[in-house]
Structures are given as structure tokens and as C-alpha cells.
């Protein structure tokens, strides 16, 4: 009897411990959803392409905005990574996997002031959509410059050529 319970038990809680361990893989091409790009000489710019691969601890994510590409690397132990922020300043970074969540945070040196940026990357429950809610603060003058929210299509295939060098 001791052991019919200890085996229902552990029957029971295999599927639990085994879901909890599941990461998310971020890996393929995205196109920028949401927002849409702003007219601008009465054309609409293509939207913006990103690009994630995803290999053991190592995520890099090559952006493609406004016809410029720059990559970005984060170790997803933790552990500091040296990028380029989007506006060109050197950043520094630390990402890690919170059960279905990716989190950066980025320090920003920009002139005389340092940005405090916080990434929050969740795919939709079908994985077609990765949403990406970014929180801004400047920590040297102690207020906060906002928040907002990307969403990016899954693309089948890739469209234009992201992460080419031109």
C-alpha cells in the first residue's frame, strides 16, 4: 500500500517538475507588428526585422530598423554582455530566463546621464508572436522616461535580407 502511494505520488508530480524546467527557445525571424512604422514622405518605411538564435546559454538578436543592422549578445546565465544600444552608446548587459520570460537589463551611458533599460520578451501561447515590453529610467536624475511595447510576427520565412551586412 506505502508504495502504490509513493508511486501515484511521484506519477503526479513528474509532469509538474518536468514543465517547470521547460525554456522558452526564441529562435527565428520576426517583423515588427505593432507598432506600424510611420509614414514619413508619404511612404510607409518597411517594418522593422529582428532576427533571434538561440544556442545553449547564448541568445543573439540582430535588429533591422530603418535599413540599419547592429547585433546584440546576451548571456542568458547572467552573466555581462557589451553591446550597442539602439541610438549607438555602448551598453552593458544581463539577461537571464525566468520561466517563460527573458530579461535584460541594460545600462546605458548617454552623455552626462545613465538610462536604466528593462526588456521583457514573452512569445504568445502559439509562439507566433514575440512581445517585447520595455521599461525606461533615468537613474541619474531618478525619474522614469516611460514604457511601451513591441510585438513581432513570426515570419515562415525571411523576408528582405536582416542581418546582412550593407
Same mark, same amino acid.
Given at each position: 500500500?506505502?508504495?502504490? +502511494? ?21 529562435? %527565428? ?8 512604422? $510611420? ?13 533571434? =538564435?538561440?544556442?545553449?546559454? =547564448? ?24 553591446? +550597442?544600444?539602439?541610438? %549607438? ?15 535584460? $537589463? ?31 529610467? +533615468? ?6 522616461? %516611460? ?20
Amino acid at each position: 500500500m506505502r508504495l502504490s +502511494v509513493i508511486a501515484l505520488a511521484s506519477c503526479l508530480l513528474l509532469p509538474f517538475g518536468s514543465f517547470a524546467q521547460e525554456k522558452p527557445d526564441f529562435s %527565428g525571424y520576426y517583423e515588427l507588428a505593432w507598432p506600424k512604422p $510611420e509614414l514619413r514622405h508619404g511612404k510607409r518605411p518597411l517594418p522593422s526585422q529582428l532576427k533571434v =538564435v538561440q544556442h545553449g546559454r =547564448v541568445l543573439k538578436a540582430t535588429f533591422t530598423e530603418r535599413g540599419k543592422t547592429r547585433t546584440s549578445t546576451y548571456y542568458l546565465d547572467g552573466a555581462e554582455s557589451k553591446n +550597442v544600444a539602439a541610438g %549607438g552608446a555602448p551598453s552593458t548587459d544581463k539577461a537571464k530566463i525566468k520561466y517563460k520570460t527573458l530579461l535584460i $537589463e541594460s545600462i546605458i551611458q548617454v552623455r552626462k546621464n545613465t538610462l536604466e533599460i528593462e526588456q521583457k520578451w514573452q512569445l504568445s501561447v502559439d509562439s507566433q508572436h514575440l512581445i517585447i515590453q520595455i521599461t525606461a529610467i +533615468v537613474s541619474s536624475a531618478g525619474f522614469p522616461l %516611460g514604457s511601451w511595447e513591441h510585438v513581432y510576427t513570426r515570419q515562415l520565412q525571411r523576408r528582405g535580407k536582416i542581418g546582412a551586412h550593407r
